[in-house]
């Protein structure tokens, strides 16, 4: 019940911070981007054995995961989630994990389970299909049952391997497979990546990107020294950022606060990572049981006004404003609740007239943004050398001058990754036209104009939306996609060559989107053509190197 009102409190429509493995949910970091290619790579391979380690909670099942769906056609998977077997009965979950047909009664010997299997992977090296074998957490396997996999991938012709198999699991397979007696299986690690924690812009990125997903349309809740405690806090560890990330809005909520700040990060990873270790009863628990008292007193559930979960930024706003009024009138207020009424400053908690000053450089113009739809076209038309004058919808213009058009959310590395000038939309039919941006702040363009803003700040009023303009292909556009792909990627294996040609365009396309840093998906969309654009040297206009 809580956790409900308090994403109708922040303007979401679910929560963002769910542990529970939410496919919309998935954001890769570059580390989970290298291994996802590591893992695509060693499918490729042709046989042999797959390494993929990482501490507790870094994204390794999120990664399979992916890794599972862009498996092409043509293979055969078997996934085994619990490793902690016997010999015979290792053999006889991965016979059915393949659907292998198994006798009655069952065998209690490895030969009769060996034969059979042997027998599938033939089958399937007929049909030209490969067979690939995921096992997760497998640093819980025995030496033994490590051998037993190794002796597997002896299955085999004369032109390959029939089974190859991905290992998964925490760092101390790593030091397993280290050891003498296992040489022989290291030495059948075609690809091997180990995951390690976000670093702080990650972790910045990836509560954006989740709060983005689950609805967010206003500005970041989470304050710029809020992010910087939840990547100290949490270490830089998705599961540990979730966890914390959930508690800590419970804690804003609790307080009718719509932002987090940094000591609210603090208070919350006291009560989730070290509520075990000292035995006490959370600040954050303390002050939703306080709330909830008040409000059964005073009968706040009814209140009006309390936002939906289709209400934006600016419902959750005025709520918090209810809940902060009433919080602040309580006729008595106890130790605890004067707490709750003063919280520690923050950066968003500066004077009003001295936050302009402190992202402004010396001598620097504080341009503000345009908040004319003409004004914003002609801008960037002029970005592109087009003249627009009098034109009031970009898109409109960008199809009168032969361009294609983009509307959509991307975060400050996207807009790095794509290097051209676009529009950032602001609430409110406002804009800025991005002309340069590095991790620390952007050149944008206004109505009197130009300025060099801070990434913090910036986000502080922009949710991600952007137009953009691209030149598109021609109309034969898989065929031109095609033949750029294999401009950059080299030609297609003998292998290769067999699948459909759709089949092939799609794993190009997610190869490229892989290596780019773009959403994958396998689709030919524009970003993935915007981006094609300009690896290929397409000719448009791009960011200036230093904003």
């Known amino acids: 019940m809580l956790r409900a009102m308090y ?93 292998i047909a198994q006798q009655s009664p069952p065998a ?35 030496p033994e049952l490590l051998e037993l996999l190794r002796l597997l991938t002896n299955l085999e012709t004369h032109e390959r391997k029939l089974l190859q198999i991905v290992l998964i699991g925490q760092p101390e397979l790593r030091t397993m497979l280290a050891r003498p007696e ?16 976000l670093a702080a812009t990650q972790t910045a990125d990836y509560v954006r990107h989740r709060l983005g997903v689950a609805g967010l349309q206003g500005p970041l809740p989470f304050t710029p020294r809020a992010l910087s405690a939840v990547h100290r806090e949490s270490r830089g560890v998705p599961r540990r950022i979730n966890l914390l990330c959930q508690r800590a809005l419970l804690g804003a909520y609790a307080q009718g606060r719509p932002t987090v700040d940094a000591r609210t990060v603090r208070h919350a990873a006291r009560e989730v990572f070290e509520t075990e270790k000292h035995g006490r009863r959370g600040w954050i628990a303390g002050s939703l049981l306080l709330l909830a008292i008040g409000v059964g007193a005073a009968g706040w559930w009814a209140w009006p006004g309390q936002p939906s979960s289709r209400e934006g930024a600016g419902s959750s706003a005025s709520a918090a404003s209810s809940v902060g009024s009433r919080v602040a009138s309580s006729p008595t207020p106890t130790a605890a609740t004067a707490s709750i009424a003063a ?42 050398g087009i003249d627009a004058a009098g034109a009031d919808d970009p898109c409109r213009a960008a199809r009168t001058a032969g361009l294609a058009c983009f509307e959509g959310k991307a975060d400050p590395a996207l807009l790095r990754r794509l290097d051209r000038p676009m529009l950032l939309l602001l609430a409110d039919g406002q804009s800025w036209l991005l002309q340069g941006i590095d991790d620390e702040q952007a050149q944008v363009q206004g109505m009197n104009g130009s300025r060099r803003i801070a990434l913090p700040e910036l986000q502080s009023s922009w949710d991600g939306r952007v137009l953009a303009w691209w030149r598109p292909p021609p109309k034969d556009t898989s065929s031109w996609v095609l033949q750029q792909l294999l401009a950059l990627q080299g030609p297609e294996t003998a292998a290769g060559a067999r699948s459909p040609a759709d089949e092939v365009l799609r794993r190009r396309v997610f190869a490229f989107q892989l290596g780019q840093g773009l959403p994958l998906d396998g689709l030919i969309g524009p970003l993935t053509l915007m981006q094609l654009n300009r690896v290929s040297g397409v000719d448009e206009p791009r960011l200036r190197s230093q904003p």
């Open 7 to 99: 994403a109708a409190f922040f303007g979401l429509q679910q929560e963002p911070f769910s542990i529970a493995p939410d496919p919309r949910f998935l954001h890769l970091s570059e580390g989970h981007r290298e291994a996802l290619a590591h893992l695509l790579y060693g499918l490729q391979a042709g046989g042999g054995f797959v390494l993929l380690t990482g501490e507790i909670g870094t994204g390794k099942t999120t990664v399979c995961r992916c890794f599972l769906e862009q498996i092409p056609p043509g293979h055969r998977v078997a996934y085994l989630y619990n490793p902690r077997l016997t010999e015979v009965e290792l053999l006889q979950t991965i016979c059915q994990e393949f659907g």
């Open 108 to 142: 209690t010997t490895t030969k009769p389970y060996v034969d059979a299997l042997n027998e599938f992977l033939l089958d399937a090296h007929a049909k030209d299909e490969q067979c690939l074998l995921v096992v997760d957490e497998a640093q819980g396997l025995s």
């Open 182 to 197: 296992l040489e022989q299986l290291a030495q059948r690690v075609v690809a091997r990546v180990h995951l390690g924690p």
């Open 343 to 384: 919280p520690e400053p923050d950066a968003r908690s500066a004077s009003p007239a001295a936050a302009p000053a402190a992202s402004a450089l010396a001598g620097e113009t504080l341009a503000q943004p345009f908040d004319d739809a003409r004004a914003a076209t002609a801008a960037l038309a002029a970005a592109w």
